[in-house]
């Protein structure tokens, strides 16, 4: 493994997504358990997404966690989607968190809701008290959430908005084998913001594949700005990156 940083970020680079998942599990878990030593309950942020699941099964499995004084939240979620009810990114989380560990409660996104509304509550139970970690990956756009580059905002003033999502963020949902064809993909999601996620007191940012390896050259080589968002990790005081070979190639090939 390859351990380096550019700016503030640290990143790890693994052989395979096996090692990945595990380098991120332990890390995760040690951020956990840290916070578990210093309060009574650890709220934590997880996104719902393919690259996350050899990341997820080795979190999940860490017995030493208190997961009863786990709060969790989910970053994003699809609005109104009913022609395809189980690509529901509350799905998700329900199949590869919430049904594996007895957190102490799960906050889900209602996919149906009137969308100002359903930011308001949102938004409310964020604010009830500060996130201690982000479990997060980036897009082929470089997104995080679903803050595509064309709605990112590093200085967003409020933490919940709703998102038109971009031809590439849409596409990548097909790539990843979510939806059968673009037009299938909805176009509006709800998406916490870029200052709700970099508030955490700690990010943890998993990144497999080949389709990701410009995303992740221009995270980390390029400039920090909302051309790429997942660049701003760099500027947070506590944010991993770990990827693989083929996410870490374009910049490999380059040395």
């Keep these: 493994m390859i351990r380096d940083n ?5 990143y790890y ?7 990945m998942g595990s380098v991120a599990a332990k890390l995760a ?3 956990i358990k840290q916070a578990l030593t210093e309060k009574e309950e650890v709220r934590i942020v997880f996104a719902a997404a393919p690259s996350q699941l050899e990341f997820l099964e080795g979190l999940t499995q860490d017995n030493s966690i208190d997961w009863s004084r786990i709060v969790g939240f989910h970053m994003d979620e699809y609005v109104g989607l009913t022609d395809y009810p189980d690509q529901r990114f509350a799905l998700f989380i ?3 968190i919430a049904n594996k560990v007895p957190l102490k409660a799960m906050h889900y996104f209602d996919s149906l809701a009137d969308p100002e509304e359903e930011a308001e509550r949102y938004t409310a ?5 500060p996130i201690d970690l982000v479990c997060l990956g980036i897009g082929e756009n470089g997104h995080i959430a679903f803050n595509d580059p064309p709605v990112a905002d590093f200085d967003d003033p409020v933490l919940v908005k709703q998102v038109t999502l971009d031809q590439i963020c849409r596409q990548q949902q097909v790539n990843d084998g979510c939806f059968p064809a673009i037009e299938e993909v909805p176009l509006t999601a709800w998406t916490l913001t870029i200052p709700a996620l970099v508030s955490a ?8 594949g080949e389709r990701k390896a410009q995303a ?3 995270m980390l080589q390029g400039d920090i700005s909302t051309a790429c968002p997942a ?3 760099r500027k947070h005081h506590d944010a991993h990156l770990i990827v693989d070979t083929e996410a870490f190639g374009a910049i490999a090939n380059e040395r």
């Design 94 to 96: 329900q199949k590869y």
């Design 201 to 208: 007191h700690s990010m943890v940012c998993v990144v497999p």
């Design 29 to 31: 878990a040690d951020k």
């Design 13 to 19: 680079v693994c052989q395979d997504r096996q090692e």
């Design 231 to 233: 660049s701003i990790l």
């Design 6 to 10: 550019a700016d503030k970020l640290m």
């Design 216 to 218: 992740v050259y221009d």
């Design 125 to 129: 139970l964020l604010q009830e008290a």
